[in-house]
């Protein structure tokens, strides 16, 4: 009987020792985002955004500006963790990363390179794989000091543009398998300070998703603004919710689309020693605006605003392969997967100068553009119905 019971106590204890490395939330200095600059003698700074819950339960679940709700601090180091293990000095709580949703590299810190920077994100526990990655033009860091009138922090400005698809989404996860793949380029949304209404302060302002940040072997080597940033998403397939407004030929006035869908192909060949990439691409949209005196209802007025539509994205396209391709040398459309996948001999032969190869591939584009949906009416909605043009 003795030794059941000393059976049961030894047993009854293994249920004692469960929380011993628990970590209270109020022990936490929760970082919501974090920004990246360089510094000087190749040191970088390193500022983050920190939560500040009593001042969230003060007001009640809402302020009157997103400033309050954060504070930001930051250090100087040889790397990342160099750098957090000084911010740790300076902060009372033990720094959490695990709701750090946002990372921004400056704008001389991306051009220095973030390889090196890459390397702690990816291999400590705590980031998240699907934090979102950014460029900001110049100083990162200021980012991170606006108080934004519509969201808590700025921070959360950029993820709900970022989910919004207003330019590139790029994960920390994503972003390594762009620098660690084929074509050895990435991109990342380029971020800016919207200038402050007359009657705000400084810091009360926004940033706002201004284009792409290209890169070749881990370095910005330059940037690119909103229409070739189309160009390139529609070249990687990542167009959604956004607006095409096109200007028909010999026709007054413009018609707006929503793309609602869209299959894009890529089909590499090496004839003669040239290599080349055919892009097919089917796309569809809703008219959602009608600024001309067409009639939606006549197939043949819609063929020209589907011509119109496919010119708008052959120019996007066009402008895109311009400035990345032949411009910046970078397979930021990796390209080179694709020809490895379909020429593995070949690939290996010539793919220590792919560099040398990709600004001289030759590029055809196929696009196919179609409207779905004419909207709700047929006919324009702000003009006499004998001015409506039926052929």
Same mark, same amino acid.
């Given at each position: ?6 059976? @049961?106590l ?5 249920? @004692?020792?469960?929380?011993w490395d628990?970590?209270e939330?109020?022990? !936490?200095?929760?970082?919501? $985002? =974090?920004a990246?600059?360089?510094a000087? +003698?190749n ?8 939560f500040?819950?009593r &001042?969230?339960?003060?007001g ?6 997103? $400033?309050?709700?954060?504070? /930001?601090?930051?250090a ?6 160099? &750098?957090i ?16 949703e946002?990372f921004?590299?400056?704008?001389d810190?991306?051009k220095? $390179?973030? &390889?090196?920077?890459m390397?702690?994100l ?5 980031p ?6 950014? /460029?900001? #033009?110049?100083? =990162? ?6 108080r934004?009138?519509l969201e ?5 400005v ?19 398998e762009? @620098?660690?793949g084929?074509?050895?380029a =990435? &991109? !990342?949304p380029l971020?800016? %300070?919207?200038p402050?209404?007359n ?6 302002t ?7 940040a %290209?890169f ?5 080597? $330059?940037e690119i ?14 167009v ?5 407004t ?5 026709v007054?006035?413009? %018609?707006? !689309? ?8 890529f089909?590499p ?11 097919? =691409?089917?796309?569809?949209? +809703?008219?959602?605006q009608n600024?001309?005196?067409? +009639?939606m209802?006549?197939p043949?007025m819609?063929?020209l ?5 496919q ?5 996007r396209?066009?402008?895109?392969l ?6 910046? #040398?970078a ?11 379909e ?8 793919k ?25 009416v ?9 001015? %409506?043009r039926?052929?």
């Amino acid at each position: 009987m003795k030794r059941i019971l000393l059976t @049961l106590l030894m047993m009854s204890l293994l249920f @004692l020792g469960g929380c011993w490395d628990r970590t209270e939330i109020n022990d !936490l200095a929760i970082i919501t $985002g =974090a920004a990246i600059d360089a510094a000087d +003698d190749n040191q970088i700074e390193l500022s983050v955004q920190v939560f500040i819950p009593r &001042a969230l339960s003060a007001g009640r679940g809402s302020t009157s500006s997103g $400033g309050n709700l954060t504070l /930001v601090k930051s250090a100087k180091g040889a790397s990342i963790a160099d &750098a957090i293990a000084l911010l740790q000095t300076k902060i009372p709580r033990k720094i959490f990363w695990g709701h750090c949703e946002v990372f921004i590299f400056g704008e001389d810190m991306a051009k220095r $390179g973030i &390889a090196e920077e890459m390397d702690f994100l990816v291999r400590h526990p705590q980031p998240r794989e699907r934090a979102y990655m950014f /460029v900001s #033009k110049g100083k =990162a860091a200021k980012t991170l000091e606006l108080r934004p009138e519509l969201e808590r922090y700025s921070s959360e400005v950029i993820r709900e543009m970022s989910d919004m698809h207003i330019g590139m989404l790029v994960t920390i996860i994503q972003l390594k398998e762009m @620098l660690r793949g084929k074509s050895n380029a =990435a &991109a !990342l949304p380029l971020i800016d %300070v919207m200038p402050p209404p007359n009657e705000a302060k400084g810091l009360e302002t926004a940033p706002y998703i201004m284009g792409t940040a %290209v890169f070749r072997k881990g370095k910005m080597v $330059g940037e690119i603004n909103e229409k070739a940033t189309r160009g390139v998403m529609w070249i990687r397939g990542e167009v959604e919710r956004y607006t095409v407004t096109a200007k028909l030929k010999n026709v007054q006035g413009t %018609v707006s !689309l929503n793309p609602i869908h869209s299959d894009i192909k890529f089909i590499p060949s090496i004839r003669n020693g040239q290599w080349q990439m055919t892009i097919k =691409a089917k796309t569809e949209g +809703d008219v959602v605006q009608n600024g001309t005196n067409l +009639d939606m209802s006549n197939p043949e007025m819609i063929k020209l605003v589907e011509k119109a539509f496919q010119q708008d994205i052959e120019d996007r396209i066009e402008l895109a392969l311009k400035q990345v391709q032949h411009e910046m #040398k970078a397979d930021i459309f990796d390209f080179a997967t694709d020809f490895y996948r379909e020429y593995p001999q070949e690939w290996k032969a010539a793919k220590n100068n792919w560099d040398e190869i990709f600004p001289n591939v030759k590029v055809i584009t196929d696009i196919h553009a179609y409207v779905r949906r004419p909207g709700l009416v047929t006919l324009p909605g702000g003009i006499p119905e004998e001015e %409506v043009r039926e052929k």
